[in-house]
């Protein structure tokens, strides 16, 4: 029998940008990533031991007479999702990039996972998150169940009032599985323009 080969693991995103100092710096602020090889019209960065985890062409170089007043084309990637080992490095992250004007732009306990969701200077959208549960056969339990029926999108949550908790003597992972189910969260980000 043949065997099925699947990916490992996710290694790289690559933008195409006219905003390129301005990705390269907020990459390097909320990421901490770094830029491993550069050229006039190219830069690779990484964060971690992988080779690069971005890479971003230059459209400015590639394309100089374009434009990226183009309507909205709506078909496509709308978010990535980075995982982070617990709620402290989510927060402390959180609390990093406030600092340096960087918020999210939704907050949502999905009952799968805790999520805060950010845009980069181009309007890319990804999810900042950790999971509610310790263990892969928790979370697909979770996925696959009830819950998601009763609501498939999560709670809006506000990281201050948890930030509050925790000053009180409170942990972050008091609020890590959801005992709360509603008021459901309605999608914010981009796609919200069409909802
Ligand atoms: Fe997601």
Not at 66 to 72: H, I, L, V
């Given at each position: 029998m043949m065997t099925m080969h699947r990916p490992s693991k996710l290694a790289h995103v690559v933008y195409r940008s006219r905003r390129f100092a301005d990705m390269l710096a907020w990459y390097g602020t909320v990421f901490g990533a770094r830029v491993q090889h550069q050229n006039p019209a190219m830069a690779f960065l990484a964060f971690d031991d992988e080779h690069h985890r971005f890479a971003f062409i230059d459209l400015s170089v590639i394309?100089?007479?374009?434009?990226?007043?183009?309507?909205?084309?709506?078909?496509?990637?709308d978010h990535l999702a980075w995982t982070y080992a617990t709620l402290d490095d989510l927060f402390e992250t959180y609390t990093r990039c406030k600092a340096q004007g960087i918020e999210p732009y939704w907050c949502v306990h999905h009952g799968l996972t805790i999520s805060m969701y950010y845009a980069d200077p181009d309007g890319n959208q990804m999810e900042f998150q950790v999971n509610a549960f310790d263990s892969d056969e928790a979370c697909n339990a979770y996925i696959r169940g009830p819950a998601m029926d009763a609501n498939p999108v999560g709670v809006e949550f506000d990281p201050e009032e948890w930030l509050a908790a925790v000053r009180d003597g409170g942990s972050l992972d008091d609020f890590r599985v959801r005992t709360v189910h509603e008021p459901a969260s309605p999608i914010r980000g981009a796609i919200s323009e069409l909802l």
């Open positions: 394309d100089p007479e374009g434009s990226d007043q183009a309507p909205k084309p709506w078909v496509g990637v």
